[in-house]
């Protein structure tokens, strides 16, 4: 069975400060990792993924994230943050063959001015 | 433009009632999923459908119905026998890989609410 930690259910910063949502896994298989993120009253946007060779990845708009399989962590990071980050960021992972992707419960980032 | 629509945006059932809730992909993908979203939950699979004409169960199951009828489509029946059906619900669809590596695309979400 797989499961998903998001250590924070919210993180408030200021805008233009660096910013860290956590995300712990467990899995008896080979896993894949993903964040998304929602704004409000919409759907999940993939921000970026996991799957295989480097383990730092990075998004179009400056989020990157680093599997690290030893801590079975997949954090999330921005170096400065602006006020149109403000949304819901969840963590996944999916592996084996069931084509399940089990979800974590979400991290609120607000950015503050 | 490919995506995923779901309709209708906000849906109000009375007291046993079954609504049904649509979802249709032009992505040309094999497998569909709905999700229900709950504040402070998290996302939590309701069905998936890997190919026309055959489902499976999620992890809350229960007073929910799908079917798959063509490959572009799949609605989701919140049937009476959901005690507690106020949501956010999510539709999304993938491709299949051999080792689940697929990434899920998601729709805009329906809002359910009961009077």
């Known amino acids: 069975a797989q499961s998903v930690t998001q250590l924070d259910s919210q993180v408030p910063v200021f805008e233009e400060a660096p910013v860290e949502l956590r995300c712990n896994y467990s899995s008896s298989v080979s896993v894949y990792l993903f964040w998304y993120v929602q704004y409000p009253n919409q759907g999940l946007q993939l921000l970026l993924k996991?799957?295989?060779?480097?383990?730092l990845v990075e998004s179009i708009n400056g989020f990157e994230a680093e599997f690290n399989k030893s801590q079975t962590s997949f954090h999330l990071r921005k170096p400065s943050v602006h006020i149109s980050d403000t949304a819901e960021y969840f963590c996944a992972v999916s592996g084996g063959s069931n084509y399940k992707l089990t979800f974590g419960k979400g991290t609120l980032l607000t950015v503050n001015p | 433009d490919g995506g995923i629509t779901q309709s209708p945006k906000y849906l109000f059932r009375k007291e046993g009632q079954n609504v049904t809730l649509s979802c249709e992909q032009n992505l040309n993908h094999d497998a569909m999923y709905w999700y229900r979203q709950d504040p402070g939950q998290g996302l939590r699979l309701i069905y998936y459908?890997?190919?026309?004409?055959?489902?499976q169960k999620g992890d809350i199951a229960e007073g929910y119905s799908v079917s798959r009828e063509k490959k572009e489509s799949f609605p989701l029946t919140v049937t009476s026998a959901q005690k507690n059906p106020t949501a956010f619900y999510l539709c999304a669809s993938s491709t299949l890989t051999p080792r689940g590596q697929e990434t899920q695309y998601f729709g805009p979400g329906t809002r359910l609410l009961v009077l």
């Open positions: 459908s890997q190919i026309v004409n055959d489902f």
């Open positions: 996991y799957l295989s060779g480097s383990t």
